[in-house]
Every structure is written in C-alpha cells, then in structure tokens.
C-alpha cells in the first residue's frame, strides 16, 4: 500500500512539475477576468481539467447559464470517460467501486499516458500519482492568481500566455504529421474568429460547443478511422 503510493507520487513528479508552470497562466487569468485567488484555487483544486477550467471561467466572466456551463464541460471533457474505459483494463483485483470512483476524479491526459503505461495499477498508486499531480496543479493556480494580483498588468498579461501555450504543444505536433487534426484545428480556429468578431452575440461558452462540435463530426464523418487503422495504432 505505502509502496505503492510512493511510486506513483515518484512518478507523478514530472507531471507535478509541468503542471506548475502551466497552471500558473491559469492562475493570472482567473484573477484578470475578476475571479479572487481563492476562488481560482477552488477551481483548480475541485476541477483537474485545463481547457475545461480556460472555458469555466469565460463563462463565469460573461455571466452564462448553469445549463451553458454544464454542457461546455460536458463536451469539452467527455474524453475522460473514454479515457477512464481504458485505463479500467489495466486496474488490479484491489480496486472496488469505491476506488473507482474516486481515482476517476484525477483521470488527465497526462495522468492517464502515465498509468496505462503500468503493467498494472493499483488504488494507491494512482492516488500517489493523482495527489502529488494535483498539488502541482494547485500551487501553481495560486501562485499565478498570487502574481496577477500583485504584477503590473503588462507583466502578468505576458506570463498569462503560458496555458495557451500548452495548448499550441498538444495541437501543433500532431496536426503536422495527421492531415484530419489539421483540418479540424483550422475549421475550428475559423469558426471561432467568426463567433468572435461576426456572431458575438453568441455566448462563449455556446460558441465552444458549436466550435468543437462542428470541427469534431467534419472529421469523423470525412476521416473515419476504420478497425484496421485502429490496431495499427494500438
């Protein structure tokens, strides 16, 4: 039980550590969209999800619905549960629904790549690697919300550019060696200049689901990935 808390919290020290940095841009713009450092903290600490955490708080800006809100996370984090799916092939004879239930609050990108890379995954470990991940999610959103209280505003709005460069890292490579990434990233880069310069009356967060949505089913109805080419990959 110990041993196994204490690989995953090891393994979970690169994660930690780049979720420092980024979340820290999250933390400058919470603050600069009116929310209080400790309401940005809540955020982070309930909710391990960056572009579901980006889109939350430009609702709470524009003041959107309960019901906009829900169905953005809705859409933007339905990923996890197939996530969840995969990982749950590799959890060993210890993990009960209970366990369950509460490893998949901490399920992320990075997490996920790396649990499923475990021959097997106990509850502890991925409570080790889930806790010192998140701790790294946590401190950096305060000491970012922390910054951009205190920095003038030119400096926290240069270092507020972080968390979107984390997301330029996770599109940019694969949409230079797989064409339908491309074309999905710039059908939805087009339509949200649209919604953001034409349609603005249109809310932001509804103009995320539309975006995602649209470039989303483009692809998967013109580039299907077929049985054959899904065993390729795995």
Same mark, same amino acid.
């Given at each position: 039980?110990? /041993?196994?808390?204490?690989?995953?919290?090891? +393994?979970?020290?690169?994660?930690?550590?780049?979720?420092?940095?980024?979340?820290?841009? #999250? @933390?400058?713009?919470?603050?600069?969209?009116?929310?209080?450092?400790?309401?940005? %903290?809540?955020?982070?600490?309930?909710?391990? $999800?960056?572009?579901?955490?980006? *889109?939350?708080?430009? &609702?709470?800006?524009?003041?959107?619905?309960?019901?906009?809100? *829900?169905? $953005?996370?809705?859409?933007?984090?339905?990923?996890?549960?197939?996530?969840?799916?995969?990982?749950?092939?590799?959890? +060993?004879?210890?993990?009960?629904?209970?366990?369950?239930?509460?490893?998949?609050?901490?399920? $992320?990108? !990075?997490? #996920?790549?790396?649990?499923?890379?475990?021959?097997?995954?106990?509850?502890?470990?991925?409570?080790?690697?889930?806790?010192? /991940?998140?701790?790294?999610? %946590?401190?950096?959103?305060?000491?970012?919300?922390?910054?951009?209280?205190?920095? =003038? /505003?030119?400096?926290?709005?240069?270092? @507020? &550019?972080?968390?979107?460069?984390?997301?330029? *890292?996770?599109?940019?490579?694969?949409?230079? $060696?797989?064409? =339908?990434?491309?074309?999905?990233?710039?059908?939805?880069?087009?339509?949200?200049?649209?919604?953001?310069?034409?349609?603005?009356?249109?809310? !932001?967060?509804?103009?995320?689901?539309?975006?995602?949505?649209?470039?989303? @089913? #483009?692809?998967?109805? #013109?580039?299907?990935?077929?049985? !054959?080419?899904?065993?390729? !990959?795995?």
């Amino acid at each position: 039980m110990k /041993s196994d808390f204490l690989k995953g919290a090891k +393994d979970g020290l690169p994660i930690c550590f780049g979720y420092l940095s980024v979340s820290f841009g #999250f @933390g400058i713009l919470a603050v600069s969209l009116g929310l209080s450092v400790l309401s940005a %903290v809540g955020i982070s600490l309930t909710n391990l $999800t960056s572009a579901g955490q980006v *889109a939350g708080v430009g &609702i709470i800006a524009a003041g959107g619905s309960l019901f906009e809100m *829900a169905l $953005t996370q809705l859409i933007i984090n339905i990923r996890y549960s197939l996530m969840g799916i995969s990982l749950s092939q590799k959890l +060993d004879e210890k993990f009960s629904t209970f366990h369950r239930l509460l490893a998949s609050f901490g399920i $992320t990108d !990075e997490i #996920f790549a790396v649990a499923v890379a475990q021959k097997s995954v106990s509850p502890f470990y991925m409570y080790g690697l889930i806790s010192v /991940s998140a701790l790294g999610w %946590v401190t950096g959103t305060f000491l970012g919300a922390f910054a951009g209280n205190v920095l =003038p /505003s030119s400096v926290s709005g240069a270092l @507020g &550019i972080v968390l979107y460069g984390m997301f330029l *890292a996770i599109i940019l490579p694969p949409a230079k $060696t797989n064409r =339908p990434v491309l074309i999905a990233v710039l059908i939805a880069a087009a339509l949200s200049i649209v919604f953001k310069y034409v349609l603005a009356f249109v809310s !932001e967060g509804f103009a995320i689901i539309i975006c995602a949505v649209i470039a989303a @089913g #483009f692809c998967a109805f #013109f580039f299907p990935v077929h049985d !054959e080419e899904k065993e390729a !990959e795995e």
